[in-house]
């Protein structure tokens, strides 16, 4: 959010009080705090360094906490597993994006190889595919 929000300020002529909420904007969302923009960031292995980097905390949940229903209840618009996915054993993988269909309207993937293969029966339909830099980069829609 915070690269197309400093993306979007620069491309279009602004006045300085516009330029100066983009960039005020742009740098709360990194920080979790954008009066629109709610971030739950999850990683069992990574939460610290994380909630350091960002100054707002993370959930310890796995994957398989999520394929449990750690999430039953809430919704989000977006959630983004940048190289996370293709290390799942792919015995949990149907029931992960399935839990994650659920609560969750997009799923956006970065892996640096061709899987994880997400199929229509998981929950998930595939929006758009591309590979950047070697980065393949998948939008799905629940």
């Known amino acids: 959010a915070a690269p197309a929000a400093a993306a979007a300020g620069a491309a279009a002529p602004r006045s300085s009080k516009a330029t100066s909420d983009a960039d005020a904007n742009a740098e709360s969302a990194t920080q979790g705090t954008h009066p629109r923009l709610s971030v739950t960031a999850s990683d069992p292995y990574t ?35 940048s190289y996370a996915l293709h290390v799942l054993d792919d015995s949990h993988l149907f029931s992960t994006l399935l839990a994650l269909s659920l609560f969750t309207r997009h799923l956006l ?18 929006v758009e595919a591309r590979v950047v830099d070697r980065v393949h980069v998948w939008l799905y829609c629940s």
């Open 109 to 126: 993937v970065l892996s640096p190889h061709k899987k994880p293969q997400i199929l229509p029966h998981m929950g998930w339909d595939l």
């Open 47 to 81: 939460h610290e360094a994380y909630g350091k980097w960002v100054g707002v905390a993370a959930d310890q949940h796995s994957f398989q906490d999520i394929a449990d229903g750690c999430y039953d209840g809430k919704s989000f618009h977006l959630c983004i597993c």
